[in-house]
């Protein structure tokens, strides 16, 4: 049996080749038949509550027995984070990949309280043997200046910075297919 990954999408319109959908197609072709994606459809995502999100993420985990990888993508990856970081899951992450994450509260334009982590939160995500973090240098929707406070906090984990100003990332992420796979051997 393949393992499973699931990919938590972005704020906004997820329709035909909007949000996370063209980066959710490009993991699931390029990872083919070494793991089973899945996405689910998470509420409201014109209008995201940490709450509704949490919820949804609680009955897609519940699903799941064995390890399981995760990816996050913008504000699917801030919510995994927090999720994580406070709640009480039963599934073995294998690894959690993060792409373009807000860091919220970093400056008055990020300010979105009920996703802000917790301080330290980064203490309750160490029995996650593999994180990495994705953005682009000059990116404008997120700017870089979340990475590196994520990095700074995530210490152990794998930063990738790409060159570029790719936030969608609409024409795939070769280097996150590549770690997915390389986990997963």
């Not at 319109?13 to 949000?19: D, L, M, R």
């Not at 994580?84 to 309280?113: M, N, T």
Request: with cysteine.
């Amino acid at each position: 049996m393949n393992p499973a990954l699931m990919f938590i999408h972005s704020a906004g319109p997820q329709g035909e080749n909007q949000g996370s959908s063209n980066l959710i197609k490009y993991v699931r072709n390029g990872l083919g038949n070494d793991a089973e994606v899945n996405s689910p459809k998470m509420p409201t995502p014109e209008d995201p509550k940490y709450s509704d999100w949490k919820n949804e993420l609680d009955k897609a985990l519940a699903k799941h027995s064995g390890g399981i990888v995760l990816v996050g993508h913008s504000l699917g990856g801030s919510v995994l984070l927090k999720y994580l970081s406070e709640e009480v899951y039963h599934v073995k992450v294998l690894g959690l990949f993060i792409v373009a994450a807000p860091f919220w509260g970093i400056d008055d334009d990020w300010q979105r309280k009920d996703f802000f982590l917790q301080e330290a939160f980064e203490q309750h995500l160490k029995k996650i043997p593999h994180i990495f973090l994705y953005h682009s240098r000059n990116e404008e929707i997120v700017p870089f200046s979340h990475h590196i406070v994520l990095a700074e906090k995530l210490t152990r984990s794998t930063c990738r910075i790409l060159d570029g100003s790719d936030h969608l990332f609409e024409n795939g992420l070769p280097e996150l297919v590549r770690d997915v796979r390389s986990l997963l051997r």
